[in-house]
């Protein structure tokens, strides 16, 4: 397999494309006095799109993306995007940390000099690790899966596997990840045990077919039943997205408004920002995750895999030493219970603040988190 160095370079006729687009924009109308109540508010957008228009520099993000090693590599015949960020420590230990949706690898960036470089924030320099962060399939800078069946969270790891071993020449290495990344960390438990050092989560999901209702705790009864009424309240975009994403894909691919405003709406709502999105997450920050999506066309493929993901049973990885930390404003933390069911669960944590974006929202947290984990192994 060869690594191939990359560079994000995009042509200039694409963001003259977009401006072009931002600029004849056609407006829908709002509901007076509605809020976020019916969706995304009118006048965040408008305020966000001026920006987006007359303010927001990619040049300059693209050029701080491009400050971290990236490469590409061909892998079964899908051409996959990651950083590889080397760590200054006696012997760093490498970690493969996988984003989710609507996040993509720029989600992760902040982790990086906080993993690889500890002793810089006056961390033990024995804690630092090898970070790998790749792009998932039909996310960003990697290939668009076409074909019927996609990209699955199993066949996804199994990808990841290859990266790091055939690859990159890891033995073994930890891994981590949240909402889909937390999927796939898990199929890696699942299906490529002995090349594991750890795994540390950040999510599960409560779609898992579980034991027999009656051997529940009431944690347990209480958890499944506010997952219940959160699907009915937010998860519109799950079913769309798991039943008919090519329907949705149009209006996505095709407007940067329409698009903003799938995104947007999500990170307002999985963030612990309090209905201010800007209290976690800024106006570049959202709009780079928003132009990797914009830029590459992977809006398609990336609600695709919703359709293609696989079932998975709760039921008990026992060989994989697992860390789990629950930010309270994630989508529905988790009981400790419903995770001991699923993890050889060695590390447990609470955190005080933060949602579902932990590694953007909390990266000081998360990178202590991770490293007193893998620190234990």
């Not at 760590?87 to 992760?108: L, R, V, Y």
């Not at 069946?149 to 290859?162: C, F, I, N, T, Y």
């Not at 958890?223 to 994403?245: C, D, F, H, V």
């Amino acid at each position: 397999m060869e690594l191939k160095p990359f560079s994000i370079a995009i042509p200039q006729a694409a963001l003259d494309d977009l401006h072009a687009r931002l600029a004849h924009t056609r407006w829908p109308d709002e509901v007076q006095d509605s809020g976020w109540d019916y969706g995304t508010n009118l006048g965040y957008m408008k305020e966000l799109c001026d920006y987006w228009q007359n303010k927001y520099d990619w040049r300059a993000q693209e050029a701080r993306l491009n400050q971290f090693p990236q490469y590409r590599i061909e892998i079964d015949g899908m051409h996959i995007h990651f950083i590889q960020a080397r760590g200054k420590g006696p012997k760093p230990m490498p970690i493969i940390i996988t984003h989710g949706w609507p996040g993509s690898f720029f989600e992760i960036v902040k982790l990086i000099p906080l993993l690889t470089d500890p002793a810089r924030f006056g961390g033990d320099p024995a804690d630092s690790f090898d970070v790998i962060i790749p792009s998932l399939p039909g996310y960003g800078f990697s290939d668009r899966p076409l074909q019927r069946g996609g990209m699955s969270r199993r066949r996804a790891a199994a990808l990841w596997a290859k990266l790091m071993t055939d690859g990159l020449g890891y033995t073994r290495f930890g891994a981590a990840g949240g909402d889909i990344g937390a999927g796939v960390t898990q199929f890696l438990a699942t299906d490529h045990p002995e090349l594991l050092t750890g795994i540390h989560l950040t999510y599960i999901s409560s779609h898992m077919s579980g034991p027999d209702p009656s051997k529940l705790s009431e944690a347990e009864k209480s958890y499944l039943s506010r997952a219940q009424q959160w699907n009915l309240r937010e998860g519109g975009y799950y079913m769309i997205q798991s039943t008919k994403p090519e329907t949705l894909s149009f209006g996505l691919n095709d407007s940067p408004v329409g698009l903003a405003a799938w995104i947007t709406e999500k990170f307002r709502s999985w963030t612990d920002c309090d209905g201010v999105i800007e209290k976690r997450i800024s106006k570049d920050e959202l709009l780079t995750n928003i132009m990797i999506y914009w830029l590459t066309q992977t809006i398609s493929s990336s609600i695709r895999s919703y359709y293609d993901q696989e079932p998975v049973k709760l039921e008990l990885l026992p060989h994989v030493s697992a860390a789990f930390a629950s930010f309270p404003k994630d989508l529905n933390p988790p009981p400790r219970e419903w995770v001991e069911r699923r993890l050889k669960l060695m590390q447990w944590t609470e955190m005080p603040h933060g949602g579902h974006f932990a590694a953007m929202e909390e990266p000081e947290l998360l990178a202590e988190d991770m490293r007193k984990f893998f620190r234990s192994l």
